[in-house]
């Protein structure tokens, strides 16, 4: 199990859009706005939707690195944090009834 996580990778980014690194694909994106950086995202997840119905796992490793990352991009260039996302998720754990349906005996 590895030590990295999503937020780590929103830190490294955060730090990489305002390092002014001419080298930096995180700046670029982030200089060239949020419509290229949505543009990106949405590519990758078409990408990885393909890798995934053509059953090429090493593909959809990959391509989900991608959009992840390039989905971290364009909350970081909304102002979105992490967090805020993952609030949400947690919310909808408890909203969802989900749990309970799950532990409840059934009736057929
Ligand atoms: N995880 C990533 C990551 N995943 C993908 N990419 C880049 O995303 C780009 C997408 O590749 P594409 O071939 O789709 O894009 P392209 O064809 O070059 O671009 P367009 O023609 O579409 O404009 C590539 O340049 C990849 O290097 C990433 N760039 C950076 N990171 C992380 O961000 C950190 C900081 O990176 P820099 O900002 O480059 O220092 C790195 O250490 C990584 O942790």
Known sequence: MTEFS???LEKTIHERAHSGDP???????????MG?????????AVEAVIAAVSGD?????????DLL????????IAGVPLDAVLEELEQRTGRSGIAEKAS???SG
């Open 69 to 76: 990352y390039h989905w971290l991009v364009v909350l970081g």
């Open 104 to 106: 409840r005996p059934s």
């Open 6 to 8: 999503l937020s780590q």
């Open 57 to 65: 796992r090493q593909a959809l490793v990959s391509e989900s690195a």
């Open 23 to 33: 080298d930096s694909w995180t700046a670029k994106l982030y200089a060239r706005g």
């Open 36 to 44: 290229k950086a949505a543009q990106k995202l949405g590519e990758e």
